[in-house]
């Protein structure tokens, strides 16, 4: 069964900081990995898909990173906002095709950007 | 275009009663999909609904049950809710079941005491 795991739970960084959010899963077979961002009271908002044949992808001051064989991904985010600040979620969809678009999400990471 | 609405937005039972989550998308997707969310866990899967007329179990369908009304309506109805079916639900929807990415609702959130 897929595992997907977020460190650290929660993050606090002052603006202007470079920060990166982690995701690992534990069953490399997948067929692809995204980023979403989620809101207090709101629902989710996909930032970054990343095909499990890529390396990565970039929008704007986000750039994620995918390393199948290690079931690692990660969200890197440049010159962190007060706008920012959310929960970011990571979901892997699995390899078999028989699965449909059922996702496995991780925990989430809740970051705080102070001004 | 709303997207994909949801009602209520909030809602408290009392253990034993029923009620049924109500979700319409207005995108024309074929697939719909209902999540709760508990602190911590992260989202996980009911059931879903990957064309009108069909329904699957998700990875949590214990003490649920779905009906896919038409194409635009997926609604989870809980027949006798428990303290444990207090979490947060999310509707979603996507074009079909193989499009890669999923459009959510703003949530239900359910107390059960």
């Known amino acids: 069964k897929q595992e997907v795991t977020q460190i650290p739970a929660a993050l606090s960084v002052p603006e202007g900081e470079n920060l990166v959010l982690n995701c690992s899963f534990t069953?490399?077979?997948?067929?692809?990995l995204q980023w979403f961002r989620q809101d207090p009271g709101k629902g989710l908002t996909s930032l970054l898909l990343i095909q499990s044949s890529q390396r990565e992808q970039t929008s704007g001051r986000l750039n994620a990173s995918l390393d199948k064989s290690s079931g690692r991904s990660t969200l890197y985010i440049a010159a962190s906002q007060p706008g920012d600040s959310a929960t970011y979620l990571c979901a892997v969809r699995p390899g078999n095709n028989n699965a449909g678009n059922m996702l496995t999400f991780g925990g989430g990471t809740r970051l705080m950007v102070k001004p | 275009n709303a997207g994909v609405t949801q009602t209520p937005k909030f809602q408290v039972l009392k253990t034993g009663q029923s009620m049924t989550l109500q979700c319409a998308q207005d995108?024309?997707?074929?697939?719909m999909y209902w999540y709760r969310q508990d602190p911590g866990m992260g989202l996980r899967l009911i059931y879903y609904?990957?064309?009108?007329?069909?329904?699957d179990k998700g990875e949590v369908p214990n003490g649920y049950n779905v009906s896919r009304l038409n194409k635009r309506e997926f609604s989870l109805r809980l027949e006798s809710a428990a303290p444990s079916q207090t979490s947060v639900y999310f509707c979603?929807?996507?074009?079909?079941?193989?499009?890669?990415?999923?459009?959510f609702g703003p949530g239900t959130r359910l107390t059960v005491t």
């Open positions: 609904s990957a064309s009108e007329g069909t329904t």
């Open positions: 979603a929807s996507s074009p079909d079941r193989v499009s890669n990415e999923q459009y």
């Open positions: 995108m024309n997707h074929n697939s």
């Open positions: 069953d490399s077979a997948i067929y692809n």
